[in-house]
């Protein structure tokens, strides 16, 4: 619509200027070639030559006015194409590009040009803006379940964090992957921003579903990590933004030299741990290993872990320990006393190997086949993606594009969301 009245403004406009010229060039040439120069001329000649003029003023200013009118559009519903550019003062002068819709009368400002220029194009890789009108600096960035987080701060709860609702894994990123929105885009990605209130001890969220702008691209996907870009702006007096380039993990696991590095305190160091720890042990006795609850306590004094599995051995039985682990100084480790029990179980496989049929099975799952969530709301679930990924909770709530599971962390319950296109399996715990 806005390029649409742009044109048709401008088409009429330099339409009325040549018969203006034509028409001053027939009263003489002084006239033409001055408006030409210093267009402020043609008011004097449409003065002097009001009678014969009068319907040439009226579809010039007509044009004028539909320019103006497409320009204000255009502005309002492309903010970013003016940045940095000679006429970037126009989207703060009288078209700042600030509302839901492009003609909009509620001012309901964004960050200007000004605000975000310092974080645009910058080398050293820090990516910030404002959140609740705070100046910010994103410490880490995590593509986790198809949600793209951006952190300041670490441990369970950072001290601010923005998480982009995309539905996507590492997966779909093949070379380069772009999203753009703006306030008119519907349905847009929700976007949570999160921060963590010191004095009440509670984590604050704002929600938005849609009237904000978002240039997003993600590229170059190696072991665990994606490079990309990111420029949102959020709706509000508040004008909170963030804007930079970045290097994001797709999971929690941290590498150095291409190892991992056992000192980073993430569930997913935990479970891998564990899983070595089980390979190593264990070897082929163990045909796949599931982990149903991982926890952790890093700040204090030792550093403890636990991750609960459930083990498949090579006679089909399932069996369900809970692995412990320590930090020492090579990092996270387990406890190896706690898979004892588990020797016990494989050292009597290995000498009394089970008769043929069907196998023995220690704790059992019904696996959920159908797609109406509805039907096991308030059970407890273990839903595995197509990432691999797997989480535990109480199913919560359904929203239109994810499911919401309630999981118990250190200090109380905290919601998972996971989205529905990514849903590999369900299973419905006993």
Known sequence: MDAAVLIAGLSVYLVATVIYLRGAYQVGPLWCWSSFVLPPIALVFYTLYWRRSWRLFTLHTAGLALLAMGVVMFVRANPTALTNTPLSGLQRSFAP????????????????????????????????????????????????SGVLRFKQGAGLFPAKEIAIFLGITEYDVDGSWELTINPTTQPSPIIHVMSY???????????????????????????NQLSGFVKLMLPGDQRDFIAGNFESYTSQLRYEDGEVNR?????????????????????????????????????????????????????????????????????????????????????????????AG????????????????????????????????????RLKTIENTQLVLNQKVENGFMDIHVPKRQVEEVLVLN
């Open 97 to 144: 590009a600030s509302l839901e819709r492009p003609l909009d009368s509620a001012v309901n400002l964004f960050a200007d040009s000004q605000s975000i220029s310092p974080f645009i194009g910058r080398i050293d890789g820090v990516i910030g803006g404002t959140i609740r009108e705070q100046k910010t600096l994103i410490d880490e960035v995590e593509l986790d």
């Open 197 to 223: 209130n010191e004095r009440t001890k509670q984590v604050e969220t704002d929600v938005y579903d849609g009237g904000y702008w978002l240039e997003l691209t993600l590229s170059d996907r190696r072991l």
């Open 263 to 355: 000192f980073y305190d993430s569930k997913d160091t935990i479970e891998y741990v564990a899983n070595l720890h089980l390979e190593t042990r264990f070897q082929k006795a163990v045909h796949d290993v599931r982990f149903l609850e991982t926890s952790y306590l890093a700040k204090i004094a030792n550093p403890v872990g636990q991750a609960i599995s459930e083990l498949k051995l090579s006679d089909g039985s399932i069996h369900t320990i809970g692995l412990n682990l320590f930090k020492g100084e090579q990092g996270w480790t387990v406890d190896t006393h706690s898979t004892d029990d588990l020797q016990v179980a494989i050292n009597t496989l290995v000498a009394k190997p089970p008769a």
């Open 358 to 393: 069907k196998p023995s099975i220690v704790s059992v799952q019904t696996v959920y086949q159908g797609k109406d969530y509805a039907t096991l709301l308030g059970k407890e679930l273990q839903v595995t993606s197509k990432s691999g990924s797997v989480r535990v909770g």
